[in-house]
């Protein structure tokens, strides 16, 4: 079974603060996708991530996958208020697999 | 314009009576999907159709069912649900399986039993 674990798993911060997440495994990923998720809503997509060392922007976030195709990163910077959510990664072991999620990181941001 | 509808959005149900919950689409999208999420959890895959293909997780309890009548829509029955389904209840959709293609979330059912 690939898990996909993620750290932190509650994040507090003030805004305007800059901030790092991460979704680690011991498994590779032929692609690692990235939802957020607010409160009584279902998750929706951020970004889909496919090469080894990728890195794309999407505004003030920015997300890498590693070169090894196992872990990814998400970069906030200038955190706002708006970012507050459940940040989920998730992965596929193939072109064709359903997608493993890992558990979230709940960031919240305040004013 | 809401692209994956799920209702209720809110469904209370005695232990033991069955419930549905439905989920419908308006993407056209081949693959419909249901996960369940309980708090601080992640997602859980309960079972996934391609099109009119059943795919079942080998851990999903036989307490859940679904069925997929058209392109549009999917359901999801509990025959028995027990204190510990409570949950919140996804239905996400997508064109293809794998994680190049991008899935759709309905806004999800919370289940409360009672």
């Known amino acids: 079974t690939q898990l996909l674990e993620q750290s932190p798993q509650f994040l507090s911060i003030q805004e305007g603060e800059n901030l790092t997440v991460y979704c680690n495994s011991s498994s590779v990923f032929s692609s690692l996708q990235w939802y957020r998720q607010e409160p009584g809503e279902g998750p929706v997509l951020l970004v889909t991530v496919v090469t080894g060392g990728e890195v794309k922007k999407l505004k003030r976030l920015t997300f890498q996958f590693g070169d090894a195709r196992k872990d990814s990163s998400l970069h906030i910077t200038a955190a706002q208020t708006g970012d507050t959510g459940l940040y989920l990664c998730a992965g596929a072991s193939s072109g064709y697999s359903t997608l493993t999620f890992g558990k979230g990181t709940m960031l919240l941001v305040s004013p | 314009d809401a692209m994956v509808i799920q209702n209720p959005r809110y469904q209370v149900t005695q232990f033991g009576k069955p419930v549905t919950l439905s989920c419908s689409q308006t993407?056209?999208?081949?693959?419909m999907y249901w996960y369940q999420q309980k708090s601080s959890q992640a997602p859980k895959l309960l079972f996934h159709?391609?099109?009119?293909?059943?795919?079942n997780e080998a851990d999903t309890p036989d307490n859940f069912q679904s069925r997929r009548p058209n392109t549009s829509f999917c359901f999801l029955d509990i025959r028995s649900p027990g204190l510990g389904d409570a949950a919140m209840y996804l239905c996400?959709?997508?064109?293809?399986?794998?994680?190049?293609?991008?899935?759709?979330f309905g806004p999800g059912t919370r289940l409360t039993v009672t």
């Open positions: 993407l056209n999208h081949n693959v």
């Open positions: 996400a959709t997508s064109r293809d399986l794998g994680g190049s293609s991008e899935q759709y």
């Open positions: 159709y391609y099109d009119k293909d059943f795919n």
